[in-house]
Nanobody
């Protein structure tokens, strides 16, 4: 099994910044990609940003230019630096990891961390 431990959420004022972290541990041979999703009340979960093992990134249009995803492959950790936060960024943020362990491949999810942007 693989565990994803998220941290860094909280309450921040509009225009502020937060940095989320997600560390994967357990039965891991390699991680193909890691990413961040978010789910606001009454809405579907949506992709925020994703990064491959080689460093290729993909962002939702709504966060381009404000959020930056990065990854430490040696630590199996992904980060999300969120700047210029807006009230509409308020959501529970989840990280995921597409993990290979020997001949098995599976996507794992973290428990989620709340991000609230409010004055």
């Amino acid at each position: 099994q693989v565990q994803l431990m998220e941290s860094g959420g909280g309450l921040v004022q509009p225009g502020g910044s937060l940095r989320l972290s997600c560390a994967a541990s357990g039965r891991i041979s390699s991680i193909i990609s890691m990413g961040w999703y978010r789910q606001a009340p009454g809405k579907q979960r949506e992709l925020v940003a994703q990064i491959s093992s080689g460093g290729s990134t993909n962002y939702a249009d709504s966060v381009k230019g404000r959020f930056t995803i990065s990854r430490d492959n040696a630590k199996n950790t992904v980060y999300l630096q969120m700047n210029s936060l807006k009230p509409e960024d308020t959501a529970v943020y989840y990280c995921d990891a597409d993990v290979i362990y020997y001949d098995q491949r599976r996507v794992y999810w973290g428990q989620g961390t709340q991000v609230t942007v409010s004055s």
